[in-house]
């Protein structure tokens, strides 16, 4: 039986960061999947086709299904990270502000400012890319890249990956959520290794942001707080109920102040090499 490793890479969850580990853990071992439409359009072919050379050991994709569908001989191990819906949207638009790119969102975060762009964003007929898109993404299928409402069945779905035991990882609690990952993981993939050098940030992570949250991004965000709070019940609820799932993987662990302070010094030192 082969072990594969899949990263749901949702956009601007630190998803690069993670793939970078990734990349560093496995080497050639890792795929970055990027035929986005062959994923969405024929996901079973996709990641079949992905993972087709025996040397691979994780594939990351940004339409990555879920669940993944079953292929024989084969277990996958899917992991998630997930971000404060509200922070996440800042980091959207500060991302697609600097992007060198013609996409629709890049050019109205060009020409817009912040309460303008989520303005725009909140429109029905705009991609949902900062409404409940967490959620959409673990439900999978149509609800993912579609602007109708989601159903009950929907969300109950994307809740079920959590239950199910997927490991989930927390944007704001980085460095715990990769030592709750390596600690679930490494029955099957000894070798895992997630320290990280952050890539790709457009906005700070960590405790100083999740204080942002509740503070200057309100002011920021101005009339545009509860519209946007209202697009993201969903999310919120699901960034909650990661949380405490984290926790309960925390509380599972011997020794967590150990296992956190030795993460930490391979951070620095692979920060010292660096």
Known sequence: MRHILLHGHIFKNAGSTLDWSLRRCFGSGFCEHRDDAAMREAPRDALAAGVANSSIVALSSHNLPSPPPSIDGIAFYTVFLL???????????????????????????????????????????????????????????AVRHGSEPLTSDAVAAAHQRLKAGAPVGLVERY??????????????????????????????????????????????LGPL??????????????????????????????????????????????????
């Open 83 to 141: 971000r404060h819906p509200i922070e996440r949207a800042l980091s959207v638009y500060a991302f697609e502000r600097q992007q060198q790119a013609t996409t629709p969102g890049a050019q109205a975060a060009k020409r817009m400012n912040l309460q303008d762009y989520v303005a725009w964003r909140l429109q029905d007929e705009v991609r949902p890319v900062i409404r409940n898109f967490q959620t959409r993404f673990l439900a999978g299928g």
């Open 175 to 220: 460095d715990a959520s990769m030592m709750v990952l390596e600690a679930a993981l490494r029955p099957f993939f000894p070798q895992l290794d997630l320290a990280y050098l952050p890539q790709n940030v457009s906005r700070g992570v960590g405790p100083a942001a999740v204080a942002n949250i509740a503070g200057s991004a309100r002011e920021q």
């Open 225 to 274: 707080w509860e519209p946007l709070l209202a697009h993201n019940a969903h999310d919120l609820a699901l960034y909650a109920a990661a949380g405490k799932a984290l926790d309960r993987r925390i509380a599972t662990l011997p020794d967590v102040g150990r296992d956190l302070e030795q993460f930490r010094q391979r951070l620095a030192a692979l920060r010292q090499q660096a």
